[in-house]
């Protein structure tokens, strides 16, 4: 599920993340509502987390500044 702090940036994709007092849609399996929009939610989610891999996924680079200035922990 992609994170979208903004309309005008593309999407960040945690491998897991948690979102706490947010309503979720009945029926969330939909693809249209596999997006975290955080303007229709309200909020960030608490938190990321992102497994790190030998896989380049840039993880500790422009993912953890993207999430800071998310102020997602």
Do not use: C
Request: charged share 25%.
């Amino acid at each position: 599920m992609g994170l979208y702090p903004s309309s005008k940036q593309p999407p960040i994709v945690p491998d897991v993340f948690l979102s706490l007092d947010v309503q979720v849609a009945e029926n969330w399996w939909e693809k249209r509502h596999r997006s975290y929009f955080f303007w229709e939610f309200g909020k960030p989610p608490e938190v990321v987390i992102e497994i790190v891999s030998y896989r380049e996924g840039n993880e500790t680079g422009r993912k953890l500044l993207d999430y800071a200035r998310m102020r997602v922990i």
